[in-house]
Nanobody, 121 residues
Framework: VQLQASGGGLVQAGGSLRLSCAASGMFSSIVAMGWYRQAPEKQRELVAIITKGSSTNYADSVKGRFTISRDNAKNTVLLQMNSLKPNDTAVYYC????????????????WGQGTQVTVSS
């Protein structure tokens, strides 16, 4: 399974960016897709996640500013980031929890290569 992420960049505080991630390869289904981020000298943290049934969960720090969405047919996930703040600066990683076969019950975690988001003040 490969995850191809795109959409990072440099933006001023208050601006917007949209991240996208597409999953490809051989698998049965994707249980959930999401975005994590890691700032320098900090641990990787969950930003937002969306299940196959479109249930979502957001970090408190991004609620009301970020929106995650998913296209199950295309195995893609989007993260619309509005009202960006300098504290949002980090490398953003796409994540997918994948069932490789129809009878598998525990999903496998896959990660994209990371995309840099820099928000200037």
């Amino acid at each position: 399974v490969q995850l191809q992420a795109s959409g990072g960049g440099l933006v001023q505080a208050g601006g917007s960016l949209r991240l996208s991630c597409a999953a490809s390869g051989m698998f049965s289904s994707i249980v959930a897709m999401g975005w994590y981020r890691q700032a320098p000298e900090k641990q990787r943290e969950l930003v937002a996640i969306i299940t196959k049934g479109s249930s979502t969960n957001y970090a408190d720090s991004v609620k009301g500013r970020f929106t995650i969405s998913r296209d199950n047919a295309k195995n893609t996930v989007l993260l619309q980031m509005n009202s960006l703040k300098p504290n949002d600066t980090a490398v953003y990683y796409c994540n997918a929890k994948v069932l490789m076969t129809p009878w598998q019950t525990i999903p496998v975690n896959y990660w994209g290569q990371g995309t840099q988001v820099t928000v200037s003040s």
